[in-house]
C-alpha cells in the first residue's frame, strides 16, 4: 500500500502517502522568533492544527468554537496565531486578527492505500491518517513562510499523527474517543476502534498534552499512560447582533426548559423522553425546547421517541433545530432552565454559555459538569438515571425568584473566571513550557 512508518527515535518523520513517493518530512532545525528558546516576554508564533473551526456563524462542535475564542484571545494579548483547518477548499482568511488558512482534504486524490481501505471497517481511519498527512505537508511548506515557536494540535480525528518532529508541539485533548465510541452502535464501535488507535498514536507522540476537564484529563493519563495538564478554555462572549425573532416565535412568550446541543446518545439526548413528560405534566403552560444538531443515525430517531413519548402534550415540544450564534444566544437567555443530560462531556460550551447567561443549568454529575457546577450553589446536579435528572429538573423548575436569581448570580461568576485575560496567560504558559523541553530534549 505503500504507507511507511516513522522510527520513534529519529528526529525526522517520514510518512509515505502513496507508492508514487509522496512523503512529509522535517528536517530544519527548530526556528523560533529568537533563533532559539522565546524569552519569557516575546509574542510566540503558534500554529493550530484542527478538523474544525467557526466559519460565517455556523454551528459547529465545541473545538471549533475552543480554537477560535482561544486564538482570536491570543492575537488580542500580541501572540501571533494562526489557524490550519481541514475544509473543504482551500482559502485564507482574516479573522479578529487571526490568519485562517483552509486546506481543502475533501477533494484532495486519495492515495492508493488509502482507496484500497475505503469502505472497510479501516476506512475511517486510512482517511484520517491520510487527512493528517496532507495537514502536516501544509505545516512544513508554512514553515518555510513564516516562523512558528509551537504547534497546538486536536486530539479529535488524529490531526497530530504526522507531526514534524523539528517543532516543539503539544496537544489539548477535546475528547476521549473510546469514551464516545461506547455510546455508539456495534458496528460504529469496531471502525471506531482503529480511529482510537490513530488518536492515541497521536497523542503519545506530543511534547505536552493539556485538556480543559480535570475529569477527562485523568482518564487520559490512564488511558495513555502520560501526565496531561488542566487548563481551561476561555469563554468569550457573543458580540455580534442577536436576533431575538428565533425564540419569540418558537416560544411565544411562555416559560420553556431548554437542551441545546448535538442530540444523540453522548450527549444523553435519548434521556429526555421522560424529562420532558413529566415537566409538561407538572406545568401546562410550561414547553420544552431542543436546539441542535440531530447526529446522523441517531438524532432523528430520538427527537421522534420524544414527540412520541409526550403524547397529547407533544404540540409543546418545540424542535429548532441548529442555529447560529444570533439566534441561539436569545433562545439561551429566555429559559428559565436549561438541562444538559451529557453521559460523558469534556467542560463543555453549552454549561459555560448557559452559566454566562444566567440560567440554572441541570447537568449529569461524572461528565466533568462537577468542575463548573457546585450542586445547589451555582447550579443543580443529577445522576445519571433519567428519572433523577427529570426530578432535578422540576427542582430548578419551582425554584422561587429569589432563590434562581442567587443561583444564577454565582453561575455568572463562575463562567467569569474562564474569561480570556484569566485563562489564556496559563495556556502561554503551557506553551513557552513545551518549547523549553522541546529545546532540552535536542
Not at 483552509?102 to 472497510?120: C, F, H, K, N, Q
Not at 511548506?141 to 516562523?147: A, D, R, V, Y
Not at 504547534?151 to 504526522?162: E, K, M, P, Q, T
Not at 431575538?244 to 444523540?264: D, K, Q, S
Request: net charge positive.
Amino acid at each position: 500500500m505503500g504507507i511507511g512508518f516513522w522510527r520513534p527515535s529519529a528526529r525526522t518523520y517520514r510518512v509515505r502517502l502513496s507508492g508514487d513517493g509522496d512523503q512529509v518530512s522535517a528536517e530544519q532545525p527548530h526556528k523560533s522568533i529568537a533563533g532559539g528558546v522565546p524569552r519569557p516576554n516575546e509574542s510566540l508564533a503558534v500554529l493550530f492544527v484542527t478538523p474544525e473551526f467557526v466559519f460565517d456563524g455556523r454551528p459547529v462542535g465545541g473545538l471549533g468554537s475552543y480554537v477560535e475564542r482561544a486564538s482570536a484571545g491570543l492575537a488580542a494579548m500580541g501572540h501571533r496565531p494562526i489557524v490550519l483547518v481541514a475544509s473543504d477548499r482551500h482559502r485564507t482568511t482574516l479573522r479578529q486578527g487571526v490568519r485562517v488558512i483552509e486546506v481543502d482534504i475533501g477533494s484532495a486524490p486519495l492515495p492508493l492505500g488509502v482507496r484500497l481501505l475505503d469502505g472497510t471497517r479501516f476506512g475511517t481511519a486510512a482517511r484520517l491518517w491520510n487527512c493528517s498527512a496532507l495537514l502536516a505537508r501544509r505545516v512544513e511548506s508554512l514553515w518555510k513562510e513564516t516562523p512558528i515557536d509551537v504547534v497546538h494540535y486536536a486530539s479529535y480525528r488524529a490531526v497530530g499523527l504526522h507531526r514534524l518532529a523539528s517543532l516543539p508541539s503539544l496537544a489539548g485533548i477535546s475528547s476521549i474517543s473510546h469514551l464516545w465510541t461506547e455510546m455508539t452502535a456495534e458496528r460504529a464501535r469496531r471502525s471506531m476502534r482503529w480511529v482510537n488507535h490513530l488518536e492515541a498514536l497521536a497523542l503519545r507522540r506530543m511534547d505536552k498534552l493539556i485538556g480543559p476537564s480535570a475529569a477527562i484529563n485523568a482518564v487520559a493519563e490512564r488511558w495513555l499512560g502520560r501526565s496531561v495538564e488542566t487548563v481551561e478554555t476561555p469563554f468569550v462572549p457573543f458580540s455580534g447582533v442577536e436576533r431575538p425573532e428565533t425564540a419569540m416565535r418558537l416560544t411565544e412568550g411562555r416559560p420553556y426548559l431548554l437542551f441545546f446541543g448535538a442530540i444523540g446518545r453522548v450527549k444523553g439526548a435519548d434521556r429526555l423522553a421522560v424529562v420532558a413528560r413529566m415537566l409538561l405534566e407538572r406545568d401546562p403552560d410550561a414547553l420544552f425546547v431542543m436546539a441542535g444538531r440531530p447526529i446522523p443515525g441517531e438524532g432523528q430517531e430520538i427527537l421522534a421517541q420524544i414527540a412520541a413519548a409526550l403524547g397529547d402534550n407533544a404540540e409543546r415540544f418545540r424542535n429548532a433545530g441548529a442555529l447560529d450564534r444570533a439566534d441561539l444566544n436569545p433562545l439561551i437567555a429566555g429559559a428559565r432552565s436549561v438541562v444538559l443530560p451529557s453521559r460523558v462531556d469534556n467542560l463543555p460550551n453549552a454549561c459555560i454559555e448557559a452559566m454566562a447567561a444566567g440560567r440554572v443549568v441541570v447537568a449529569t454529575r461524572g461528565a466533568s459538569f462537577e468542575q463548573l457546577v457546585e450542586d445547589g450553589v451555582s447550579g443543580i446536579l443529577a445522576n445519571q438515571d433519567p428519572r433523577d435528572l427529570a426530578e432535578k429538573c422540576l427542582v430548578a423548575w419551582s425554584l422561587d425568584t429569589g432563590a434562581a436569581a442567587e443561583l444564577a448570580d454565582r453561575a455568572r461568576r463562575r463562567a467569569s473566571e474562564l474569561a480570556p485575560e484569566r485563562v489564556l496567560p496559563r495556556l502561554v504558559r503551557a506553551y513557552r513550557e513545551t518549547i523549553e523541553q522541546f529545546e532540552t530534549r535536542r
